[in-house]
T-cell receptor
Framework: DQQVKQNSPSLSVQEGRISILNCDYT??????FLWYKKYPAEGPTFLIS???IKDKNEDGRFTVFLNKSAKHLSLHIVPSQPGDSAVYFC???????????WGAGTKLIIKP | SQTIHQWPATLVQPVGSPLSLECTVE??????LYWYRQAAGRGLQLLFY??????ISSEVPQNLSASRPQDRQFILSSKKLLLSDSGFYLC??????????FGPGTRLTVL
């Protein structure tokens, strides 16, 4: 049972344009959502997070939007840069424990 | 600042051999510690987590075990490796239920 889904395995975006990565979830008991970036053969790096009581959080070029009614969140990267090429993971935390539930990841490719 | 170390970076082991992967965290006290595995083309699967010395919670029944002999040390072990144990193993830490921060990972290949 995949509680966190990233339906796009890959996404290709022109440098300078906006990258939008999507994530859907099924469990209404998630209270916190996170985005991580991962390069090959490295550990994931925390990017940005959002609490379930908010609908937007912004940090520099990165903005995360949460739509609780649709059980959907998205990560916007503006403008996209070549160094943004990586796999992006969405993760969600249950309000009752420490566990993070992870999506399968989306590979973002920024074209020059 | 906090840092997390994992070793070795890569490991090739024969089927049936033992395993010991080590993770240490510096610059913090009483962190929560986690072991994850990432299979090729898939997301991260939580294997074990620990909220204190000697306290281990297992999320997936399998051929692996974990131990936390010291506050900032987390060890992943196996007595006999299986082919299916191959993957990318990641250690992470957090303070309470906050963001998790990951080590560089260990690529394990079981032949």
């Amino acid at each position: 049972d995949q509680q966190v889904k990233q339906n796009s395995p890959s996404l290709s975006v022109q440098e300078g344009r906006i990258s939008i990565l999507n994530c859907d979830y099924t469990n209404s008991m998630f209270d916190y959502f996170l985005w991580y970036k991962k390069y090959p053969a490295e550990g994931p790096t925390f990017l940005i997070s959002i609490s379930s009581i908010k609908d937007k959080n912004e940090d520099g070029r990165f903005t995360v939007f949460l739509n609780k009614s649709a059980k959907h969140l998205s990560l916007h990267i503006v403008p996209s840069q070549p160094g943004d090429s990586a796999v992006y993971f969405c993760a969600a935390r249950l309000d009752s424990n420490y566990q993070l539930i992870w999506g399968a990841g989306t590979k973002l490719i920024i074209k020059p | 600042s906090q840092t997390i170390h994992q070793w070795p970076a890569t490991l090739v082991q024969p089927v049936g051999s033992p395993l010991s992967l080590e993770c240490t965290v510096e610059g913090t006290s009483n962190p929560n510690l986690y072991w994850y595995r990432q299979a090729a083309g898939r997301g991260l699967q939580l294997l074990f987590y620990s909220v204190g010395i000697g306290q281990i919670s297992s999320e997936v029944p399998q051929n692996l075990s974990a131990s936390r002999p010291q506050d900032r040390q987390f060890i992943l072990s196996s007595k006999k490796l299986l082919l299916s144990d191959s993957g990318f193993y990641l250690c992470a830490w957090s303070m309470g239920r906050g963001e998790q921060f990951f080590g560089p990972g260990t690529r394990l290949t079981v032949l």
